[in-house]
């Protein structure tokens, strides 16, 4: 079979939308048109009805019930709600908010802004596989906590931490606990009761559904979560998100849980090969190559790489028929280093030779023996030129 390039390797970015998640959302674009919340007609009725089946779907994936999952534009608007909703609830209450280094833009950027209207911010270092110490969460609590949150897992290295033992810490001290689970979400088991968790957020364009839709949970008893809406209207998702529904995006998103669900298990293995195939391919051949992340809990379809002695962003140009990226794609659009890197100890120079590679549901074999070979030859082509002398350079 002919290879089709580029060769699509930044899934942590965004990941194609399957195509059965494209089937099922068709016809709410089409015949059933209507508008979830119109109550009087048949055009309603089954768009909320399809609203109903995906919340369902969406909540079994991650063992909650229905009526704990809120329905955003992604995980970005559903970490804005999480934080400043509860920020803004509890603010009576107390001040201090403890997060973590490595954490996404949505989070450490809401935290910004809740710390310029007078909340507390904690940020906790990571070890070099990028895990936060639970005793340090433990250690970091006041009695004006009022939220902890931590990724479960990590979009630049794929790190995985485990929520089970800071939840517990949180519930202990009566402290709210919320993730972003966005790269975690329909790619390993994830369960908020196990992990001990009273919001999560994630988004659907993650786990091969559409764009512009997402998903916040919030436990719905032990603790009752007090959580101000940020969107005042019409009163849409029981008072929380008001705005019409995305029916089709919700559909989809539906589908995609569904389909995560029940190919996970085997979906992972496949991918966990094809990523060692690939790292192994490089480093064996290269040599002086460190993967970056943790190598036993680890998201099965992450490498990151640094690449000694080569600028990340000429590796890049110079492999055109390949789509990866230096880091997350919301820090490569303001062109900063990245901060999670930084955050396990990379220095600045081995920042800007690292290269995230994110495997998906669509990739082949072939593909991954392509990226193997054009990496290969482009670190060697690089590194040949920038060892030759200018005068000699063409
Ligand atoms: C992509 C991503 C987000 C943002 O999700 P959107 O749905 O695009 O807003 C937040 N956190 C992590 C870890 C991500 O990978």
């Not at 509860?86 to 710390?115: K, M």
């Not at 990571?126 to 479960?152: E, F, N």
């Not at 990523?275 to 992450?302: A, F, M, W, Y």
């Not at 955050?343 to 991954?368: H, K, N, Q, Y």
Request: a negative charge; proline letters at 4%.
């Amino acid at each position: 079979m002919a290879l089709s390039l580029p060769v699509y390797l930044d899934n942590h970015s965004t990941t194609r939308v399957d195509p059965r998640v494209v089937e099922t959302m068709l016809p709410y674009f089409n015949e059933n048109f209507g508008n979830a919340a119109s109550k009087h007609h048949e055009f309603g009725w089954r768009a909320d009805a399809a609203v109903g089946h995906a919340r369902a779907a969406v909540a079994r994936l991650i063992g909650a019930d229905s009526g704990e999952i809120f329905f955003t534009s992604g995980a970005t608007e559903s970490i804005n709600l999480a934080l400043k909703g509860v920020a803004e609830g509890l603010g009576s209450s107390g001040d201090q908010i403890i997060t973590a280094a490595t954490e996404h833009e949505a989070v450490l950027d809401s935290c910004r802004t809740l710390e310029r209207a007078g909340f507390t911010i904690t940020v906790l270092p990571v070890d070099a596989a990028g895990r936060v110490d639970p005793d340090d969460v433990k250690r970091s609590m006041t009695p004006r906590t009022i939220l902890v949150t931590i990724m479960m897992a990590n979009n630049e290295i794929g790190t995985i931490t485990s929520m089970a033992e800071i939840g517990a810490h949180c519930r202990e001290a009566g402290v709210l606990f919320h993730s972003d689970a966005t790269q975690a979400v329909g790619k390993v088991p994830v369960s908020v009761a196990d992990a001990n968790l009273d919001l999560m957020s994630f988004s659907a364009h993650k786990m091969y559904g559409p764009k512009g839709v997402g998903a916040l949970f919030v436990r719905s008893t032990h603790p009752k979560i007090r959580i101000t809406s940020q969107m005042d209207g019409g009163g849409h998702e029981r008072g929380l998100r008001s705005g019409t529904l995305n029916v089709p995006g919700i559909a989809g998103f539906g589908m995609a849980a569904e389909l995560a669900r029940q190919e996970m298990a085997g979906e992972s293995i496949r991918l966990a090969s094809l990523r060692d195939v690939l790292e192994e391919g490089i480093v064996s051949q290269l040599g002086d190559v460190t993967v970056n992340g943790d190598r036993k809990s680890r998201l099965p379809h992450n490498a990151n790489m640094t690449f000694p002695g080569v600028k990340a962003d000429r590796l890049i140009i110079g492999m055109k028929d390949i789509a990866v990226s230096t880091g997350s794609a919301c820090s490569s659009a303001a062109q900063e280093p990245s901060h999670v890197l930084r955050a396990i100890g990379r220095t600045g120079e081995e920042v800007l030779s690292s290269v995230r590679f994110g495997l998906g549901r669509f990739t082949t074999a072939e593909e991954i023996q392509f990226t193997i070979n054009r990496v290969v030859q482009t670190v060697q082509t690089v590194r040949a030129r920038t060892l030759q002398p200018a005068h000699l350079s063409t």
